[in-house]
């Protein structure tokens, strides 16, 4: 999504009465909750979370806006990646691709068509939708309901020769949240005020995971600094791997390496951020269930997660290198000579590239490409190599 701030405008918000009922009645039972256990309430409750049902998240009707949904430009680019892919694995007939956070289906609808148009693209193609939400299965399904050859399923979490593809997922996944004070770590905590409001209560790790993450990475936070930790990013990329049988996994968001991740000068207060109608803040106690919740991804994290999974690396760069090693800037040159392009739709595709690369928006998301099975010296574009 595009992280640069705006103004923000008056949005009297209220939060969801259930999930904030459920979020007090779960305190006044066991106690404060950690914060990756709210962010699970409040984004991915079945009923209820953010996540779930029918409401419009990412895309310009939304909340924020993501590369695909900002223009077809992105999945068409992504496309010359995906035909490497389907090289590298011997270039099967059909080819399968599964999607985390397939949302909308923009991204599959403009992939999926430039694949089955390329004159060494796969005959077929069966698209996997894993998503917390089933709905979004019919969405995908709809964006690509006109062409042939592709097929749309629920995932099954089968293992697949293919593509895995998760764009802005992991920033989402429930996080902890931390504070040094002194040479004491302490874990911020989900409670209840005098008034029965939610508030940041500071107790002892609930687990000494948070401690070992950080000795492990060799990061040593500054007093009063605070941060946040995703424990669950170890278990998303081993269910992510255990998917994978020969093929590539690709991941795009935006995150750092844990030296700068957790750089007390840039970021004494953390990466934690909401987003709610295009407009960034800071406090995750309203609109609950209404708000997206992220925080940046720990890179260094994730590759250390992908190696004990067994997957090999491709190659780790920025959504603008990547983009323009595939070739970006030469497919926004032949939108001008698309069936049907005007002035208008180019330039439309110009900006929303621009935003794609540009370093101070979307332009510096981390793109990561771990691979299983593949030939050794195999070269895949995007990263230098191809």
């Not at 939708?129 to 019919?138: G, Q, T």
């Not at 953390?270 to 269930?289: E, F, M, N, S």
């Not at 590759?303 to 997957?311: D, I, N, Q, S, V």
Request: glycine content about 10%; proline content about 6%; some cysteine.
């Amino acid at each position: 999504m595009d992280l640069r701030r705006v103004p923000a405008r008056d949005q009297d918000v209220a939060s969801d009465p259930v999930l904030l009922a459920t979020i007090r009645a779960e305190i006044e039972r066991s106690g404060p909750l950690t914060f990756d256990r709210f962010m699970e309430i409040a984004l991915y409750d079945p009923a209820r979370g953010y996540y779930r049902g029918a409401a419009t998240r990412p895309g310009r009707a939304g909340d924020f806006l993501t590369a695909p949904e900002a223009h077809p430009l992105f999945g068409r680019t992504l496309a010359r990646f995906a035909l490497a892919v389907h090289a590298s694995i011997g270039a099967p007939a059909s080819f399968t691709i599964r999607e985390h956070g397939a949302g909308t289906g923009a991204l599959a609808a403009a992939l999926v068509a430039e694949l089955l148009a390329a004159p060494d693209g796969p005959a077929a193609i069966r698209y996997l939708v894993a998503e917390v939400e089933p709905a979004r299965v019919d969405a995908v399904r709809a964006a690509l309901n006109d062409l042939d050859g592709a097929s749309v399923e629920p995932d099954d979490g089968d293992p697949i020769d293919g593509l895995i593809v998760a764009n802005e997922v992991l920033d989402a996944l429930p996080t902890h949240r931390i504070v040094q004070r002194g040479a004491s770590l302490r874990e911020i905590l989900v409670g209840l005020g005098p008034d029965g409001g939610l508030v940041d209560v500071e107790a002892e790790p609930t687990t000494p995971a948070l401690e070992a993450r950080l000795a492990a990475e060799s990061v040593v936070l500054a007093d009063g600094q605070r941060a946040e930790i995703c424990l669950a990013l170890d278990t998303w990329i081993d269910g992510a791997a255990a998917g994978l049988r020969r093929g590539v996994l690709l991941l795009i968001d935006y995150g750092h390496p844990a030296a700068d991740l957790y750089d007390s000068g840039r970021r004494a207060a953390g990466t934690l951020a909401t987003y709610l109608g295009h407009q960034v803040g800071d406090d995750p106690y309203r609109a609950i269930g209404r708000q997206d919740l992220t925080a940046h991804v720990d890179i260094t994290a994730v590759e250390r997660a992908t190696a004990r999974a067994g997957l090999i690396p491709i190659g780790s760069t920025t959504q603008s290198d990547f983009l323009s090693r595939l070739g970006a800037g030469d497919l926004l040159v032949a939108e001008q000579t698309r069936a049907g392009a005007t002035l208008q739709s180019y330039l439309d595709a110009r900006a929303a590239l621009v935003r794609m690369i540009d370093p101070g928006a979307m332009g510096r998301f981390r793109v990561l490409a771990v691979s299983r099975r593949l030939e050794a010296d195999v070269a895949l574009p995007g990263f230098g190599g191809g």
